[in-house]
């Protein structure tokens, strides 16, 4: 080797350890966004030139010799050996800082209540704060999209509900896609949906309540949360499996919805448990059929839809936790053990138990497709029953 080439090929090293040790030391941070890497030689192998010497590369009249090719390779190694230990370390170290819990509803609500029971647990699991942020409006969509266009650093999460997945079929173009704008991290919690009827209503069981139906068609008056809500769509269901046919009456929120199937103006409504248990317990409204594939501990004494006849019905308000698109694996798996050791706390499954949600816990493969699936049943509910997004 000519005493001209040794210098040059010591440099080249020298910036690559260089490299390596920096991208170490910022392993918090990085990557967040794409990375770029430059080889000061072309892609191609040839012959070379041997001006210069054998290792020296020739004058660039020819393509590189055959020890441009082995540097080239070795350049990529020592990089990807970089990388490798810069997320090692992220590994090691995430969090540092406290967790955004973006949820896009406002405080109070089935998703807020889910959320706030299960972050203590998780902020001590991870060892860091987890900041509850709610950004609600427009169907979860104004909090949603904020959380679709954060960083992907592990540092912002999302809590959603069955809006996530019903929203495609109810709006014509989303800000963000509810599938590959996020990395699913787990479904948190299952939670049925609960049918009642005003109790003066001469029905106690589904299958009373579809002869009746039946009997009058059109003339059965359901409330929901407003069009496109879990109730709606749940209705319109039940109406295409048992093939009757109810009125819909919309209003702005479950809270009136509720409060007006309790006063009779309304004979029924479909709507998530934690929401009508109280008020069934207390007599104001009975409940005669539960969405779950199995009966919620808070309501063993009532059937499932399965079970009373209507195959094929099952709803469940199906809570997770996502994160941006592009957050690194080693920060949504933290985030799922947390999530897992805060659901293995007795305290937090009996609170969860008592609002009528079954802990779940799933793994990040199962709730993508968990989300894709149940987005697919919700397009074609919302087609069946002739609704177009808007």
Known sequence: MQSTNV??????????????????????????????????????????????????GGDGALLPGWWH??????????????????AAVAAQQYPTKPVRLIVPF??????????????????????QQIVI???????????????????????TLLMVSAAHVINPAMVKTLPFDPVRSFAAISKVADVPAALVVHPSLPVSNVKQLIALARAR?????????????????????????????????????AGPALVDTIAGHVELLISSMPAVIPHARAGKLRMIGQAGEKRSPAAPDVPTMIE???????????????????TPRPAIDRVLAALKAS????????????????????????????TRSEIEKWIKVARGAGIQPE
């Open 7 to 56: 210098p040059r090929l010591t440099r080249v090293l020298l910036f690559l350890t260089l490299a390596s040790a920096a991208a170490a030391a910022q392993a918090q941070a990085y990557p967040v966004k794409p990375v770029r890497m430059i080889v000061p030689f072309a892609q191609r192998r040839g012959p070379g030139s041997l001006r210069g010497g054998l290792f020296g």
């Open 308 to 326: 009373a006849g209507v195959p094929g019905f099952v709803v469940t308000a199906g809570f997770g936790l996502f994160a941006p698109a592009g």
């Open 106 to 127: 406002a405080p109070g609500g089935n998703t807020d209540i889910i959320a706030r029971i299960v972050a203590p647990g998780m902020s001590k699991a991870l060892g």
């Open 343 to 370: 659901l293995s706390d007795p305290g937090v499954r009996n609170r969860l138990s008592g609002e009528g949600a079954e802990p779940v816990g799933s793994t990040p493969e199962e709730y993508e497709q968990f």
């Open 133 to 155: 942020e709610n950004r609600g409006g427009a169907g979860s969509m104004i909090g949603t999209e904020v959380a679709s266009k954060s960083p992907p650093d592990g540092y």
């Open 217 to 253: 068609p059109g003339q059965l008056n359901y409330s929901s949360a407003g069009r496109g809500s879990i109730g709606h769509l749940s209705a319109e269901l039940l109406g295409s499996l048992a093939r009757i046919q109810m009125t819909h009456v919309p209003y702005k929120g």
């Open 69 to 86: 090719g082995v540097l080239q390779r070795l350049a990529i190694a020592i990089f990807a050996l970089a990388s490798f230990s810069a």
